[in-house]
């Protein structure tokens, strides 16, 4: 019975390599899903200080620009109207067809006190 000691580790070893693209693919999901909800946070805190800019009378498109990070500021869309501000924000995605789908949309309004 020498030979089914080695056996099993060799067994072992087919099965963690079988098992590693599902492992991979599982951990792209995950990363996804925290760049999606990072993407979340930027835009609401963009939107909430384009809010206070347009309360103050400023110029809240570039209060949400300067709100956010260097490499989101290309994936945003502003959206100002007279008392609300619309920020949209695509995720980075390996797949730039999933990072539209996937965009996410935060608003702030200015409300009388």
């Known amino acids: 019975m020498k030979g089914g000691a080695g056996n099993e580790r060799g067994q072992a070893a087919i099965e963690v390599l079988g098992a590693l693209p599902a492992l991979l693919a ?19 805190a963009a939107a909430e200080a384009g809010a206070l800019a347009l309360a ?34 695509r995720p980075p995605s390996p797949l730039g067809s999933l990072s539209r789908r996937l965009e996410i ?9």
């Open 26 to 44: 599982l951990g792209l999901v995950v990363l996804q899903l925290l760049a999606v909800g990072y993407a979340a946070v930027l835009a609401g």
């Open 56 to 89: 103050g009378g400023g110029d809240a498109e570039r209060s949400v620009r300067d709100a956010l990070p260097g490499w989101s500021r290309t994936r945003a869309r502003v959206d100002v109207s007279a008392d609300t501000v619309r920020v949209k924000l």
């Open 105 to 113: 949309t935060a608003g702030a309004a200015v409300g009388a006190p």
